[in-house]
């Protein structure tokens, strides 16, 4: 069975740091990946996603992943981190099997707390 | 243009009872997803509905059950209710093509199993 780990629980940084949170899925066929993000008292926003081509791809407010197939990850990067990014990040995994895919696995989520 | 809408957003049932939540999916989608997220954990799948059939289902018992309607709106459905039921119940609404499957959620219904 597929699973996706996210390697950080909680992760805190101070406002114009870098960040990079990191994704690992364990499947070794085609995937579809994403990232959401969940601010506070909102519901599951989309973040940015990856079906095929360009492997850097780039989401919303500045956020931006890199599909690296070789080692099975999908991290999530931002150069300058804002106040406002703080909220709880997932990364998802869907099996492209040609057949059509359905189901996301999701990781356990990285909390991402932003001090001013 | 109406996103993902779920009913209610609160619920407090007692063990052994039986709740339906509901869920109406984002204009020009025909499919829903229905996903079971435990307190700090990741949303884990339960089943999907697409013309009115359940297409696929995640690891969940048969207590677990539900319905799509002609208007693509869809029930969910959970009964003799335990105490580790207690979760926020989302559900999300997708049009696959081409096997792309971009899935958007709604706020979901806070479920407390008491």
């Known amino acids: 069975a597929q699973s996706v780990s996210q390697h950080n629980h909680h992760v805190i940084l101070s406002e114009a740091a870098s960040l990079e949170l990191g994704c690992n899925y364990s499947?070794?066929?085609?995937?579809?990946l994403f990232w959401y993000v969940q601010y506070p008292g909102q519901h599951l926003q989309l973040l940015l996603k990856?079906?095929?081509?360009?492997?850097l791809v780039k989401g919303i407010k500045g956020f931006e992943a890199e599909f690296i197939k070789s080692k099975f990850s999908f991290n999530l990067r931002k150069p300058s981190v804002q106040w406002s990014d703080t909220a709880e990040y997932f990364c998802?995994?869907?099996?492209?099997?040609?057949?059509?895919?359905?189901?996301?696995?999701f990781g356990k989520g990285t909390k991402l707390s932003v001090i001013p | 243009d109406a996103g993902v809408t779920q009913s209610p957003t609160h619920l407090i049932k007692t063990r052994g009872q039986q709740v339906t939540l509901r869920c109406s999916p984002k204009?020009?989608?025909?499919?829903v997803s229905w996903y079971q997220q435990a307190l700090g954990q990741g949303p884990q799948f339960i089943f999907q509905?697409?013309?009115?059939?359940?297409?696929q289902r995640g690891n969940f018992p048969d207590r677990f059950s539900g319905h799509q309607f002609p208007n693509y709106s869809s029930e969910l459905n959970v009964n003799a209710l335990l105490l580790g039921d207690s979760a926020l119940y989302l559900c999300?609404?997708?049009?696959?093509?081409?096997?792309?499957?971009?899935?958007?959620f709604g706020a979901g219904t806070r479920l407390s199993v008491l």
């Open positions: 990856y079906f095929s081509g360009d492997p």
């Open positions: 999300a609404s997708s049009h696959i093509a081409g096997g792309r499957n971009i899935q958007y």
């Open positions: 509905y697409y013309e009115e059939e359940e297409r």
């Open positions: 204009s020009g989608h025909d499919t």
């Open positions: 499947y070794g066929g085609t995937v579809n």
């Open positions: 998802a995994v869907n099996l492209n099997s040609g057949a059509g895919s359905y189901q996301l696995t």
